[in-house]
C-alpha cells in the first residue's frame, strides 16, 4: 500500500498522538503515587505504562500492516495487527501481576498515605484525559478498520473507568481512615486487568487462527440480499478470513446454466466489487460459479428461461445458513 494515502497518515497519526498522550498520562499517574504514596494508584500508573509500550508496538504493527502484499505474504501483512492485540492482552497480564505483587507488598510491609487529595486530584485529571483518549482510539480504529487501534482504544478506556473507581475508594479510605482499603482496591485492578488481557489474548488468537466471524458473515449475508442481480440464484460455500482491516471473502455462485463463460465471469465480478463497496469492506472477494442444473426452478426469478422446469413459487432470500452451507449444490 502506498504510504501516502490519507487511510495510513490517519492511523500513523493517531498512533503518534496516543504515545505523546500516553506519556504525559504517565508522568502525571507517577507524580500522583509519588506524592501519596498510595498502592491504588500506584497500580493505575502501571496500568499506564502497559498504555504506552502498546502504543509503541502498535506503531510498527500498522506500519509493518500497510505493506502491499508480496510473493512470500500473498495475503497481505495485516494479521500482524491481531498480533499487536495479542501482545497487548500479554501486557496487560503481566501489569494484572506487576500490581497484585506491589498490593500483597503493601499490606506486609504497611506504607502511610499522605497528600493523598492532592494525589487523586492529580490522577483524576490524568484519567479523564485517558478516556478522551480511549473514545478517540477506537472511534479511528473502527473507521480505518484497525483491531490494533480498537484494542488500544478499549484498554485505555477501561484505564478511565478504574481510574473513576480507585478515585471513588480512596475518598472512602479518607473519610473513614481505613487504609488496609488501598491495596484492596491495587488487587481489585490487578484482577479486572488480568480478566481483560484474557480477553484480548482470546479475540486476538481467534482470527489469528482464522476463526470465522460471525458478525463479518452477517453483514455480507445482509449486503449481498441488497445487491444481488436477479441471475444469482443462489449463494454457497461462503468463507471468509480477516487479515488486519483487510477481507477476503470466498462464494460459490450459481447463475443459470444456458450462460456462457464471459457472461458468467462479468456478472462475478460485478457482484463482487458491488458486495465490497456496498459492505465498505477492504479486501477481495473471489467466486467460484456453478450452473443452476435446473435445482433452483423455484426461486429463480429469470425470465424467460429457456430451461425452466417449473415456475418460480418462492422469493429467492440467502440466509447465513444456506451461504455457509457445504457444496455441491
Known sequence: MDSSLPSHRTRIRTVLIAIVVGCVILGMKYYAFAVS?????????????????????????????????????????????????????GMISLAAVLIAYEAIRTVVEGTPLKNLTLGLGINFAGGAVNGLLGLFLIRQGKRQNSRALVAD????????????????????VQLTGVTWLDPAMALGVSALLAVTGFRLVRSSSAALLDAEDPRLLRRLVEVMNKVRPKDIVAIHELRTLRSGRYAHVDIHMVIPEFYGIGQGHELADRFGTAVLQEARLEGE????????????????????????????????RITVEEAVAAGPI
Open 285 to 316: 472477494l473471489h467466486t467460484h460459479v456453478d450452473p443452476c442444473l435446473k435445482a433452483f426452478c423455484a426461486q429463480c426469478e429469470v425470465d424467460p428461461c429457456p430451461v425452466r422446469q417449473k415456475p418460480q413459487e418462492q422469493e429467492c
Open 37 to 89: 504514596q498510595s498502592a491504588a494508584l500506584k497500580s493505575d500508573a502501571i496500568e499506564n505504562v502497559v498504555n504506552v509500550v502498546a502504543a509503541v508496538f502498535a506503531l510498527g504493527a500498522i506500519l509493518f500492516a500497510d505493506k502491499p502484499a508480496d510473493r512470500e505474504h500473498p495475503y497481505g501483512h495485516g494479521k500482524i495487527e491481531h498480533f499487536s492485540a495479542a501482545f497487548e492482552g
Open 153 to 172: 482504544g478499549h484498554h485505555v478506556l477501561s484505564d478511565f473507568y478504574t481510574t473513576l473507581g480507585l478515585g471513588a475508594g480512596l475518598i472512602l
